[in-house]
């Protein structure tokens, strides 16, 4: 059973600093990984995808990387800022199983102090 | 931009009242889902459907039932409400299955509390 795992639980940053936020999954069959963003009492907002035959994927300040074979992504945040405060989640699809459905870590919880 | 949107922010109900959590999708998205997050627990698959009247049975479908009468909409059904189902409540859609490259896009959420 695919198991999803996000360390650290809580990360507290200065203004300013570029980060490393991790995801790792026991099962390597994936279609897909994908990173979220979700402020307080809100639903979740879908950062990068990336496929499982990609390496890696950019979006403004954030980079996506994937290493299938190790069960890994990491996810980088360039020159952070206040606004980034948030948690972070991965999700990983697999192949077979339900059909499209996602599994989720716990995730990460950002702090960007000014 | 897709558009995934939940009937109610916030909705109060009562033990063994029967409950229904709309959600609406704009994008023609052949996949709908319903999930419950808890703190602790992370977010949770209870149903999703793959298409008008087709239903799947996620990780917890337990008290939960789900209906698909038209593309656009998926409703999840709490058939007699219980404390243990105080939760917030998340909707999404993607493309289908096929296109394995096509994100899930989610509502904002009901934040649903039985007392």
């Known amino acids: 059973k695919q198991e999803v795992t996000q360390i650290p639980a809580a990360l507290s940053v200065p203004e300013g600093e570029n980060l490393v936020l991790n995801c790792s999954f026991t099962d390597s069959a994936i279609y897909n990984l994908q990173w979220f963003r979700q402020d307080p009492g809100k639903g979740l907002t879908s950062l990068l995808l990336i496929q499982s035959s990609q390496r890696e994927q950019t979006s403004g300040r954030l980079n996506a990387s994937l290493d299938k074979s190790s069960g890994r992504s990491t996810l980088y945040i360039a020159a952070s800022q206040p606004g980034d405060s948030a948690t972070y989640l991965c999700?990983?699809?697999?192949?077979?199983?339900?059909?499209?459905?996602?599994?989720f870590g716990k995730g990460t919880k950002l702090s960007v102090k000014p | 931009d897709v558009k995934v949107t939940q009937s109610s922010r916030y909705l109060v109900k009562r033990t063994g009242e029967k409950v229904f959590l709309e959600c609406v999708q704009d994008m023609d998205h052949e996949n709908m889902f319903w999930y419950r997050q808890d703190p602790g627990l992370g977010l949770r698959l209870i149903y999703f459907s793959y298409d008008v009247k087709m239903k799947e049975k996620g990780d917890i479908p337990e008290g939960y039932s789900v209906s698909r009468e038209k593309k656009e909409r998926f409703s999840l059904i709490l058939e007699s409400a219980s404390t243990n189902q105080t939760s917030m409540y998340l909707c999404?859609?993607?493309?289908?299955?096929?296109?394995?490259?096509?994100?899930?896009?989610f509502g904002d959420g009901t934040r649903l509390s039985i007392l």
């Open positions: 999404a859609s993607s493309l289908y299955q096929g296109a394995s490259n096509q994100p899930q896009h």
């Open positions: 999700a990983v699809r697999n192949y077979g199983g339900s059909q499209g459905n996602l599994i």
